[in-house]
């Protein structure tokens, strides 16, 4: 996963003690579903909220080693009407609707691309969706 800008930037004065900036992580975290790499700046790309798609909530279990994965599965959908476009990446968000930049946290690139069909679900099993700092 690629960290955006802007957590970036926050991260490293929250560390390196610039001008007294902390980073107070958010309360809550949301998964997105998107058809193109929306970028560290956030360039969109997400699914549409229609169809029966929207974002989720996500949790992660304690880091180790260097890493983060998803505890608990993350279902979409099922989608409803029609089949979603072609999934090729995710993105974690600070907040379950919007696209203002200062809530978009990062995004990665799947292994593999979907398409979900009409009456069928997407899911990261537990464990799926890691996030790594090398």
Do not use: E, M, Q, R
């Given at each position: 996963m690629s960290f955006s800008d802007i957590l970036e930037n926050k991260v490293l004065?929250?560390?390196f003690h610039k001008g007294?900036?902390?980073?107070?992580?958010?309360?809550?975290?949301?998964?997105?579903?998107h058809v193109s790499d929306p970028g560290e700046a956030y360039s969109s790309g997400e699914l549409p909220v229609s169809n029966g798609y929207a974002r989720q909530a996500i949790t992660f279990a304690a880091a180790n080693n260097g890493a983060k994965a998803n505890y608990g599965d993350v279902t979409f959908g099922p989608a409803s009407?029609?089949?979603?476009?072609?999934?090729?990446?995710?993105?974690?968000?600070?907040t379950s609707a919007g696209t203002v930049p200062v809530n978009f946290l990062g995004s990665g690139a799947l292994s593999v691309s979907r398409t979900v069909a009409d009456g069928d679900s997407a899911e990261f099993a537990s464990g799926a969706l890691s996030i790594t700092l090398t």
């Open positions: 004065d929250h560390i007294g900036n902390t980073y107070t992580p958010a309360t809550n975290l949301y998964v997105s579903l009407g029609s089949a979603w476009a072609a999934v090729t990446h995710f993105g974690i968000w600070s």
